[in-house]
């Protein structure tokens, strides 16, 4: 009897080429192999793991194909509605599709066995019962300022970490971990990890909300829609979208039997969002973000595949959740910029849930006190269909906002000595009134100074020198505890000089300002207030910024200070005050979209106040009170800033108004990186003349406003049009056919849709 012939498939690999690969299938794997399972094939002198996007029983190719080595999986990993919107993402940001099914499935399925997943250990580091105050710690520290070091950075990262976590931000020996332990100024633990990250978190109230009118009208419009309708659920801060998500989810989920996706920015996921969600639907609800670890990220997926769970709550990646018989996709802060993916395939989940939705039937709901414009347009021009929640539940009102003009009260921040500003200086007397009346009713506040560290820069008083980055065209940022500068963008950390590297002098200042000042001159200025600080610095550890919102909610904390994690998100009805330490962070950005990110987040801080019944008030600092970002913001207008940004994006066009790609050029050697976007400008000037049917514009090229990053210059061409189509063909065939030279490590990225230019 003669043996069946093998059959060939299609295989996707994770490789920058815009190719699929064929294998022939033998006899003897340990799993059929179908479309959207995962297989193990040799590559070169290796092996890889794909994805079966196609299978025949003829080869297209000339010579025997190679043999697939493994089938790991009993069922197909990625479905079908799955794997048509990874050929949709492939074909619209313009990526292999290889590396779009990569990013689709958990980090633990990459690997060419099944994941198995235990129970573990970690070590804790936790401050002892005695803390030095800081006048104690010059002595106890005096001949060990390594310990110094580890000892403050625990008790910065809120006196509870991980060791690894520990190990990450700082270099420092075993000894200095068992001396302070000797000393009792540090407790280590061992803790288990738990599988279900959520379940030891307890209180969660189980009163169902009624909704108001305007609710109500929302959930009845959206449960009786088409399958595909898209909504903008346009809500001012307060005025209950979650409540709205939830009981549609009720209809959806309980009453239909489907099941669904709610998206929110990564650092929105509060506790506060997932425990009501939890509180509605118990069991039913996976969560998904970037604080569990491959193991609970696996678990929770295959639960949601297995038909366990039924609701997922995540970040961006939530929206490729193995969900059968979707009936929502709800997009929370719909406007975030954390919803777009900065590497390749670079992805924004809005549109991605979108184009799922609508290819399963699903309603999408966005969600926003402060939309995008992109979505606005949308919503104007009847693409989606707009409802509103004009007024805060309860009878609420929206708070009182002032500004502070710091232009009237001159003060240099840039003149004072080495130890820093003054208090005076930064908490202006109108805002540092408001915070003592606030403590004096027991009541909280929250300040937002979008900007970490400790200082901006250091710079040197006799030749202007500043500190910058060796591999970045950026400054560094001077952080405490441990004292050290530190690149935010490839995280180089070096300790501050004692003079300056160019001119030997020995005067250098400290310029601008961070979280970790203000937080040091409010400690100076109200010793007795619980003060706790909310930044990228404070949150790295797992579940380091739930302890914090955890502690605010159960009146532990008295000031709230921090970056743009605190703006959203957050519900404290004993938040009676906000002030916003500097308003002007970020407004004069080289970037079409600075007014825009100001707005929203002047707009969403300013919604954490009075959303109790003792009401609030906001106080915003700034230079620039005439700014229409600021005026709007301060009036709660989001509708005439939309008209007046609207306005400044006609000429030159840029979106909604039109379509972007953003072509960067990088490599190692700065003048082979200008050659190479010249002529790559060039070449595509070249070819949209010959092709007059696509209206497409080519800007540039220039170099990019942060032209160094991780030691690679940079340069950029824009690519904008008013046609969608368009874009994709040009952008398709320019990245499939323009040929990038083997020197210097020159390389091109494409963005499609960009959220920033920089």
Partial sequence: ?????????????????????????????????????????????????????????????????????????????????????????????????????????????????????????????????DIPSLLQRDKSFARSKQQRAVFELVESLGGNTSLENLSAQLDFSPSVLKSLEKRGLIVIEEEEVERDPFSSRGGISSTRLEPTPAQLHAIDTMASATKGDVFLLHGITGSGKTLVYIELLRRIVDERGQTAIVLVPEIALTPQTVDRFRAAFGDRIAVLHSALSEGERYDAWLALKRGDKRIVVGARSAVFAPLENLGAIIVDEEHESSYKQGETPRYHAREVAIVRAKNEGAITVLGSATPSLESWANASSGKYKLLTLPERVGGGRLPSVDVIDLRRIPTDYNAMAQGGVDYGAVIREPLHDAIVETMSRGEQTILLLNRRGYSSFIQCVDCGAVATCPNCSITLTHHRNPERLVCHYCLHKEDPRPDCVRCGGRYLRQRGLGTQQVERLLSERFPAARIARMDVDTTSGKWAHTRILDRVAAGEVDILLGTQMIAKGLDFPNVTLVGVVDADVGINFPDFRASERCFQLLSQVSGRAGRGAKGGRVLIQTRLPGHHAVRYAVAHDYVSFVREEMEGRVDPPYPPNVRIANIVFSGLVEDSVAKFAIHAGEWLRELIATRAEDEVTVVGPAPCPIERIKNRWRWHVLLKSAHPGELTRVSRYFMERFEVPNTAQLRVTLDRDPVALL
């Fill in 1 to 129: 009897m003669r043996d069946k012939a093998p059959r060939f498939i299609e295989v996707a690999l994770p490789l920058p080429l815009f190719q699929t690969f064929t294998y022939a299938v033998e006899e003897g794997l340990a799993n059929p192999v179908v479309v959207g399972s995962r297989v193990v094939v040799p590559l070169r002198s290796g092996k890889e793991i794909g994805v079966c996007i196609g299978v025949s029983d003829v080869s297209p190719l000339k010579r025997k194909p190679k043999a697939v080595l493994e089938s790991p999986d009993a069922e197909p990993a990625i479905g079908a509605s799955l794997l048509e919107l990874c050929r949709w993402m492939a074909d619209y940001y313009i990526v292999p599709l290889g590396v779009v099914l990569r990013t689709v499935l958990p980090a633990a399925l990459t690997g060419a066995e099944d994941p198995r997943p235990t129970r573990k250990t970690r070590r804790l580091v936790k401050l002892g019962a």
